[in-house]
């Protein structure tokens, strides 16, 4: 069993009590520990989701209690970007730090939850996604994430403070796929048997100019190897969806702090507060029309899975970037970090489709694989089978 280090220069733990919330005897989680990200409700610890704001009570995490239950043990609370909005770690406690890496960000807003399992401190660790929030962190510490189909039963959000409930998924990071797959075989009762590539049809979504050279070879090369297992890939096409996620997310993350936002000093950092006041912005209109895009995008997804089983992407527009790094250099040219990152990511968060982050043979760069809806078990049977590869 685990144990998280007495000291903790990456900044990735929020609390760590003296012991562990012990998980039941017996159950099929039994000896393993997990981190959990400090949105989730545990009772007898503090809840802060890393900002100095006062922050809504969830009330105890559903998730949290079932894993207990199961036998794994909780050792802490990790960090995250403030409330977890954004995409860096940045928060009001000084923010969480690369693992391997101290000059770069370890990807948010899971941040310290990718931490604890790089590390080797828990076997694996509670994230939330509602716009890549676990598989940027997965992928740029290089380690395995997985965000469930939206409203998964095995994968519960209650008793987790929202971001936005339209988007919020709860979900795992281990340092591999075979740990994400034994959690969700115990949380579902039936396991996760690995799956054959051959015959699997894969739209590969990489869109020109959306990544650096480095991360176009590793999305390539790992096409090169999922034909080399018998699947067919081809290229795909799929818009950038931020006009529709970006007002949902922003207006209900208002609406969620509320209470804070009508203090005079709310006590969030800057972006963050600033972020929060466009979401108070955006009208009723506004908010009904991204639904309405939402809807329309949906319908391009499912279209896609009429003639494709997977879909490939990158996770990340490039590797990790240094701590206030606010623009990368991608193929198009410069662009803002938060747009380069989320317009690849967000699309299967605002739309809910199970997804799963694994890294390449270039360090600290990942790939997603996206299934239909419903279809989580294929999906990380598909990514077991790839572990085995390697």
């Given at each position: 069993?685990?144990?998280?280090?007495?000291?903790?220069?990456?900044?990735?733990?929020?609390y760590?009590?003296?012991?562990?919330?012990?998980?039941?005897?017996?159950?099929?989680?039994?000896?393993?520990?997990?981190s959990?990200?400090?949105?989730?409700?545990?009772?007898?610890?503090?809840?802060?989701?890393?900002?100095?704001?006062?922050?809504?009570?969830?009330?105890d995490?559903?998730?949290?209690s079932?894993?207990?239950?199961?036998?794994?043990?909780?050792?802490g609370?990790?960090?995250?970007h403030?409330?977890?909005l954004?995409i860096t770690?940045?928060?009001?406690?000084?923010?969480?730090?690369?693992p391997?890496d101290?000059?770069?960000?370890?990807?948010?807003?899971?941040?310290?939850?990718?931490?604890?399992?790089a590390?080797?401190?828990?076997d694996?660790?509670?994230?939330?996604?509602?716009?890549?929030?676990?598989?940027?962190?997965?992928?740029w510490?290089?380690?395995?994430?997985?965000k469930?189909?939206?409203g998964h039963?095995g994968?519960?959000t209650?008793?987790?403070?929202?971001l936005?409930?339209?988007c919020?998924h709860?979900?795992p990071?281990?340092?591999?796929?075979?740990?994400?797959?034994?959690?969700?075989?115990?949380l579902?009762?039936?396991?996760v048997?690995r799956?054959?590539?051959?015959?699997?049809r894969?739209?590969?979504?990489?869109?020109?100019?959306?990544?650096?050279a480095?991360?176009?070879?590793?999305?390539?090369?790992?096409?090169?190897?999922?034909?080399?297992?018998?699947?067919?890939?081809?290229?795909?096409?799929?818009?950038?969806?931020?006009?529709?996620?970006?007002?949902?997310?922003?207006?209900?993350?208002?609406?969620?702090?509320?209470?804070?936002?009508?203090?005079?000093d709310p006590?969030?950092?800057?972006?963050?507060?600033?972020?929060?006041?466009q979401?108070?912005a955006?009208?009723?209109a506004?908010?009904?029309?991204a639904?309405?895009?939402?809807?329309?995008?949906?319908?391009?997804?499912?279209?896609?899975f009429?003639?494709?089983?997977?879909?490939?992407?990158?996770?990340?527009?490039?590797?990790?970037?240094?701590?206030?790094?606010?623009?990368?250099?991608?193929?198009?040219g410069?662009?803002?970090l938060?747009?380069?990152?989320?317009?690849i990511?967000?699309?299967?968060?605002?739309l809910?489709?199970?997804?799963?982050?694994?890294?390449?043979?270039?360090?600290?760069?990942?790939?997603?694989?996206?299934?239909?809806?419903?279809q989580?078990?294929?999906?990380?049977?598909?990514?077991?089978a790839?572990?085995?590869?390697?």
């Amino acid at each position: 069993m685990t144990r998280p280090p007495h000291d903790d220069p990456q900044r990735a733990w929020a609390y760590r009590p003296e012991r562990p919330l012990e998980g039941a005897p017996g159950g099929p989680l039994g000896g393993s520990t997990f981190s959990v990200k400090d949105l989730y409700g545990v009772p007898g610890w503090p809840l802060g989701a890393s900002t100095r704001a006062a922050v809504p009570d969830p009330g105890d995490s559903v998730l949290v209690s079932r894993l207990l239950a199961l036998g794994a043990s909780a050792v802490g609370k990790t960090h995250l970007h403030e409330i977890a909005l954004g995409i860096t770690g940045l928060n009001g406690h000084g923010g969480t730090t690369h693992p391997h890496d101290p000059a770069r960000v370890p990807g948010g807003s899971s941040s310290g939850a990718a931490v604890s399992v790089a590390l080797g401190q828990v076997d694996f660790a509670l994230g939330t996604d509602t716009g890549g929030s676990i598989r940027v962190p997965a992928a740029w510490c290089g380690v395995v994430g997985f965000k469930p189909t939206k409203g998964h039963p095995g994968w519960s959000t209650q008793g987790v403070l929202p971001l936005s409930w339209t988007c919020d998924h709860a979900g795992p990071l281990a340092r591999d796929g075979a740990t994400v797959a034994r959690v969700h075989a115990a949380l579902t009762g039936h396991d996760v048997p690995r799956q054959d590539w051959a015959g699997v049809r894969v739209g590969l979504w990489l869109p020109e100019g959306w990544t650096d050279a480095a991360v176009a070879d590793a999305v390539m090369a790992y096409a090169h190897s999922l034909e080399a297992r018998g699947a067919a890939v081809e290229r795909v096409a799929f818009p950038e969806v931020l006009d529709a996620y970006s007002p949902i997310v922003l207006s209900e993350a208002a609406h969620v702090h509320a209470a804070a936002l009508a203090q005079d000093d709310p006590g969030f950092l800057p972006f963050t507060l600033g972020a929060l006041r466009q979401g108070q912005a955006i009208t009723d209109a506004e908010y009904a029309h991204a639904f309405e895009r939402r809807a329309e995008y949906r319908a391009l997804l499912d279209g896609l899975f009429t003639a494709y089983d997977m879909l490939l992407a990158p996770a990340v527009p490039t590797p990790p970037p240094l701590i206030g790094q606010d623009e990368v250099d991608i193929g198009e040219g410069r662009v803002p970090l938060r747009r380069a990152v989320l317009r690849i990511t967000a699309p299967f968060s605002l739309l809910g489709a199970p997804t799963l982050a694994l890294p390449t043979t270039t360090p600290f760069v990942g790939v997603q694989l996206v299934a239909r809806h419903g279809q989580d078990d294929r999906l990380l049977g598909l990514g077991l089978a790839l572990e085995d590869a390697r």
